[in-house]
């Protein structure tokens, strides 16, 4: 989506390894989110930002870490991956304080074999 | 806190025939309410929103859905189905907790067109 850019776009990577995610946006939104997407789950939260330095937890965050040392980035990092962790990851972005909707990335295809 | 409900896995609709995809939420203030739609293996694309103006709202692609307090209901309608509305159907509500916005999705339906 115009704005917002996922890299990579596909990974495969191998158990015990450590992967990191990129989200760019160029739009200077205050939050951003990361999000896998699992059949049946719909997306569910790993973690959010709300500002540079400032992050927090989601609802399935066990094993994942962020950083965000800039507003145009945010960074997911899988610390060992696991099987379990073989997804689809979205990244979101939004001034949600503004009214506005959440604009998605393409997606991260994550295989952890 | 915040949840959202999808009301069918699966929509079954013959092409031109009007479409249904039911979402009900709970949310304790004021939420705002949002249907994203998502073609195969692609990513997701705002059909349309509710930010506490209008109860009905029109989307893109002939979609609108209808803000509904006293049911908690958002459901999605569309007269005519066409075979390129075929894909999973996403409700979210987002509301002020804890300090932060955060969207909430429901599990999708997925809408089937046959010809």
């Known amino acids: 989506d115009a704005g917002i850019t996922q890299s990579p776009r596909h990974k495969v990577t191998e158990t015990g390894t450590p992967v990191t995610l990129r989200c760019h946006q160029t739009?200077?939104?205050?939050?951003m989110y990361w999000y896998r997407q699992d059949p049946g789950h719909g997306l569910r939260l790993i973690h959010y930002?709300?500002?540079?330095?400032?992050?927090d937890k989601g609802e399935v965050s066990d094993g994942y870490s962020v950083s965000r040392s800039k507003t145009e980035d945010f960074l997911l990092t899988l610390e060992s991956a696991t099987s379990s962790q073989t997804s689809v990851y979205f990244c979101?972005?939004?001034?949600?304080?503004?009214?506005?909707?959440?604009?998605f990335g393409s997606g991260t295809r994550l295989t952890v074999v | 806190a915040q949840s959202v409900t999808q009301l069918d896995s699966h929509v079954s609709v013959s092409e031109g025939t009007p479409v249904l995809l039911r979402c009900n939420y709970s949310?304790?203030?004021?939420?705002?309410l949002f249907w994203y739609v998502q073609h195969p293996n692609k990513g997701l694309q705002l059909l349309l929103k509710?930010?506490?103006?209008?109860?009905l709202v029109k989307g893109i692609n002939g979609f609108e859905a209808e803000f509904k307090k006293s049911e908690t209901s958002f459901h999605l309608t569309k007269p005519s189905a066409h075979m390129s509305d075929a894909a999973e159907y996403f409700c979210?509500?987002?509301?002020?907790?804890?300090?932060?916005?955060?969207?909430?999705f429901g599990r999708g339906t997925s809408l089937i067109v046959h010809p």
């Open positions: 949310s304790s203030y004021s939420p705002s």
């Open positions: 739009e200077n939104h205050r939050y």
């Open positions: 979210v509500v987002s509301e002020w907790s804890g300090g932060s916005y955060i969207p909430t």
């Open positions: 930002s709300y500002g540079v330095k400032d992050t």
């Open positions: 979101a972005i939004s001034s949600p304080d503004r009214g506005e909707g959440y604009t």
């Open positions: 509710y930010t506490s103006a209008a109860t």
